[in-house]
């Protein structure tokens, strides 16, 4: 029975991760600050790398490029 519960969070989570970009996204839209989008772009794939390597043997790797 916790697994179904961790799954529903998880869903609420990715459903309100996703609720925020759509609103980054059209304020960004909105206001015509294009200039943001490649600094979201890092902060993206420097979180994704980050997740996926934690506890990781790549570990050392991520020391280097910082």
Do not use: C
């Amino acid at each position: 029975m916790t697994k179904e519960i961790k799954k529903k969070t998880l869903r609420e989570g990715f459903r309100a991760n996703n609720k925020m970009l759509k609103e980054i996204f059209l304020l960004i839209k909105k206001n015509k600050k294009w200039w943001l989008m490649p600094i979201f772009f890092v902060f993206a794939i420097l979180s994704l790398f980050i997740t996926l390597a934690g506890g990781s043997s790549i570990l050392p790797a991520i020391y280097a490029l910082f």
